[in-house]
């Protein structure tokens, strides 16, 4: 049964009555330009085509119903007035933090009858949980008619990742699934909330690929990093480290604590790559975005230390394949998750073959391969 068709008889099922309407939010995948976004620089993210549905009814009180699909049909209910943390089911909370976002500006929203199911494969990096938050901020926008843009949508998203849920993410994943483009990437400027969007060029494949590496330590991991980010923009004196140039940075090797140094090695070189992507898709230049790529992910081994061995060895056969024809490397928040693929078409059955006959014997993992769209984000107007 198609998605839509099984969400509208969860609905009727579970509430006796059919949804008001459907809405969807799409994941994103990073494809360069990595830990940047906290840092104030740039970030070259598309939106996908998975993402999260959610069907609705408004209600003419403050309650919240929720029967979450995927979570085995775990329900909640809440008011609108007592909004608070809940220990006991975690998914609620994406829920109950982005609204208590919304409240702040629209206080007077009504209460509504949901249905939540989302097919973007959670804890992988592809953002499963910004396309659920902006998902939520859609569906409330839309039935009580509140005229939300994707940037203030987005920004919304962030403040119940950051206050009520608890990590301390930058804007990247909220703002792509809020205006993503289909067929295209975008590049976002994390200072200016300004963006522009790039073709994916004719012919190449959004390929993702899912080391299914167990994520440990994510959270306090990423935190550690935007620590370390921060004292480093700290010792310059500067409010980010997208205000510090590569001379900068080299003339104080010996007066930075060699890691502090490796994080912001990474970030500023990162920036630069990420403005340069942008011109590579621009002129269809592959090579250049091969080598772009290639440098972003040993960077991201060597000096900002968020790879795994598994996710190196997917990069390195992928690469093998790819020659520079076409570019790959780890995407997201890091330590596992999933390796991002810009490949011509014709050479993703060749991917496919190498990863089946060398990843599992190598690693004891499965890998699962996604061949993507760039979709169309959720508040994108033209
Ligand atoms: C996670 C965060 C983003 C970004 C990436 C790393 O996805 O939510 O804000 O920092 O990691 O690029």
Known sequence: MPRANMLISQFEQHFNCPPEQLF???????????????????????????????????????????????CNNEQNSFSLDNIEFSQQQMWVNYIRGTLQALLQSYPHITGADLVVSGNVPQGTGLSSSASFEIAILKTFAQLNNIPLDG??????????????????????????????????AMLLDCRSLTYEYAAIPAGMALVIVNSN?????????????????????????????RDVTLAELTAEQANLAPVIYQRAMHIVTENTRTE???????????????????????????DFEITTTEIDFLVEIIGQVLGEQGGVRMTGGGFGGCVVALAPEQLVPQIRATINAQYQAKTGLEADVYICLAANGAFITS
């Not at 549905?53 to 403050?62: C, G, L, T, V, W």
């Not at 590579?280 to 772009?292: I, K, R, V």
């Open 276 to 302: 340069q992507a942008l011109i590579a898709l621009n002129n269809n230049d592959m090579q250049t975005m091969s080598q772009l790529m290639a440098q972003s992910h040993l960077s991201m081994k060597n």
């Open 24 to 70: 969807h939010a799409p994941g994103r995948v990073n494809l360069i330009g990595e830990h940047t976004d906290y840092n104030d620089g740039f970030v070259l993210p598309a939106a996908i085509n998975f993402g999260t549905d959610i069907a609705a009814k408004a209600r003419d009180d403050r309650t919240v119903n929720v029967l979450a699909v995927d």
């Open 213 to 241: 590496v167990k994520r440990g330590l994510v959270d306090s991991e990423y935190n550690a990093r935007r620590e370390q980010c921060e004292a480093a923009a700290k010792h310059f004196n500067k409010p980010a480290l």
């Open 151 to 184: 940037v203030k949508a987005a920004l919304m998203g962030q403040q119940a990742e950051n206050n009520f849920v608890g990590c301390n993410c930058g804007i990247m994943d909220q703002l792509i699934s809020a205006l993503g483009k289909a067929e295209h």
